[in-house]
C-alpha cells in the first residue's frame, strides 16, 4: 500500500468518515465528482493524480506532499534553461510532472508563436490512435492553462494512467475520447465522469513531427 493512501485512510478516519461521507463533502467543498468507490481505489492503492490529491490536501488542512507522502528534500528541482520548453516522454500520476524522470529534453518554442510567460510543455506521441494528425514519435505542444472545448484535441489521464491525446467531447457526465488514426480498430472511449477520474492537462496548440 502505498504512502498516499495510509495517509488518506488516516485522514479519513481521523474525521470519523466514510467513504461516501468524504466523498460527498469534498464534491460539496470544491465542486469535484469524486464517488466512494473512487475513494476506496485509492485507498486500497491506486495512486490519485496531483490534482486530486490536492483537492484532498486542502480539505484536510494539509500540504500536497504531505498527504502523497513524498519528503521534500528528496524532491529535485527541474532545471529549464531559458528560453526552451521541455519535452516529456509521460505524464502519470504520482510522479510531478517535471520530475527529472519525465523529460526527454529540451526545445525552443515554434517559429512565430509567442509563448513566454505561458505554461507549456512538449508531450511526445506514442502509438498510432493519432496518426491522421501526429505520427509516432512526433512532439505536440501542451498548453495548461487554456480552456479545452468540445472538438479540441487535448492531453487527458484517466485513472492516474499515462497522458493520452485525443479529440475530446463532453456532455452531461460522459467524455468521449475520439481518435484521429487511419486504422479502424482505434475507437472512440466513452468515460462516466461519475466513477472515472479524469484530468485535462491541457490543450493541444501545436506540433512538430520527425520525418
Known sequence: MSNFSK????????????LEGLA???NEK????????MI???ENGRDATNESAGYLARYFGVSLNEILGIDIEDVEETYTPNGLIPILGTVAAGVPMFAEQNILGYAPAPPMMPLEGRNVFYLEIKGESMNKEFTNGSYVLVDRD?????????????NG???TVKKVYCKDNLLTLSPMSHDDSFSPELINLENEEVTVIGKIIGAFKKY
Not at 495517509?7 to 466514510?18: A, E, G, I, V, Y
Open 40 to 42: 476506496s481505489k485509492w
Open 146 to 158: 487554456l480552456q479545452v472545448d468540445n472538438g479540441n484535441i487535448a492531453a487527458v489521464m484517466i
Open 30 to 37: 470544491y465542486g469535484t465528482k469524486f464517488s466512494k468507490g
Open 24 to 26: 460527498n463533502e469534498v
Open 7 to 18: 495517509n488518506l485512510r488516516r485522514l479519513r478516519d481521523s474525521k470519523n468518515l466514510t
Open 161 to 163: 494512467d499515462e497522458a
